[in-house]
């Protein structure tokens, strides 16, 4: 199955600074998806990301606030921008492909 | 009402139980049906991956889906203490790689 690598896999960051995290995929995927897991939650879809067009952001995220970059069909990147400390999450990128849907390991984001 | 329902736990049992873990869910549109298996501090694994009603059997694990009744089941027989986990079932639509609707999670916890 594929393989999709994460990083950075955590950080502390100060409010108001911005963090990007980015994922590569070891094959070649249509769609990607940004998930955001808060403590003790389950996954709330962020963005799916499609190569070559812009980003669908679910309801609650905005895109100055989540700028999401899918340059070719194995990267994407997820910016957290102007961060406070209800942004302190994990995030989880994943990708469709055959046989179901992989995840990333995960950014364990602390803002301060 | 929630898309997906989940009974967040947590269930414990002894080491060589039968597990069984449950999702109900609403919309009759959803046609691929995911169990994840999720580690504190780790990305979801996929465990099981099936397609539209019927059985899968992989090692230990059986995954059951019943769209008249709109309930999926995942088993796992011969629980191992290391089978303690967060489960998530997740589902999506018909055609392509549709975003994923997840349930909250059921904390298991196996003892030895």
């Known amino acids: 199955s594929a393989v999709i690598s994460q990083k950075p896999s955590r950080d502390i960051c100060q409010r108001g600074t911005s963090l990007t995290i980015q994922c590569q995929v070891d094959s070649q995927v249509t769609m990607m998806f940004w998930y955001r897991q808060q403590p003790g939650q389950s996954l709330t879809l962020i963005a799916t990301a499609n190569q070559g067009s812009e980003a669908t952001y679910e309801s609650g995220f905005v895109i100055d606030k989540f700028p999401i970059s899918r340059p ?4 994407s990147t997820l910016t957290v921008s102007n961060m ?27 803002v301060v | 009402q929630k898309e997906v329902e989940q009974d967040p736990g ?3 049992v002894p080491e060589g139980a039968i597990v069984s873990l449950n999702c109900t869910y609403s919309n009759s549109a959803f046609q691929y049906f995911m169990w994840y298996r999720q580690y504190s501090r780790k990305g979801p694994e996929l465990l099981m ?3 539209s009603s019927g059985n ?7 995954a059951q889906v019943d769209k008249s009744s ?7 027989r011969d629980s191992q203490p ?12 018909t055609t ?14 196996v003892s030895p």
């Open chain 1, 72 to 75: 070719n069909l194995t990267f």
């Open chain 1, 84 to 110: 406070s400390p209800e942004d302190s999450s994990i995030y989880l990128c994943s990708a469709g492909l055959e046989g179901g849907y992989t995840f990333g390991s995960g950014t364990r984001l602390t």
């Open chain 2, 10 to 12: 947590p269930l414990s």
């Open chain 2, 49 to 51: 991956y099936t397609y």
């Open chain 2, 56 to 62: 899968k059997e992989d090692g230990r694990f059986t």
């Open chain 2, 70 to 76: 709109k309930y999926i089941s995942l088993f796992i």
């Open chain 2, 82 to 93: 290391s089978d303690s986990a967060t489960y998530l079932c997740a589902m999506s639509s």
């Open chain 2, 96 to 109: 392509g790689f549709q975003k994923l609707v997840f349930g909250t999670g059921t904390r298991l916890l």
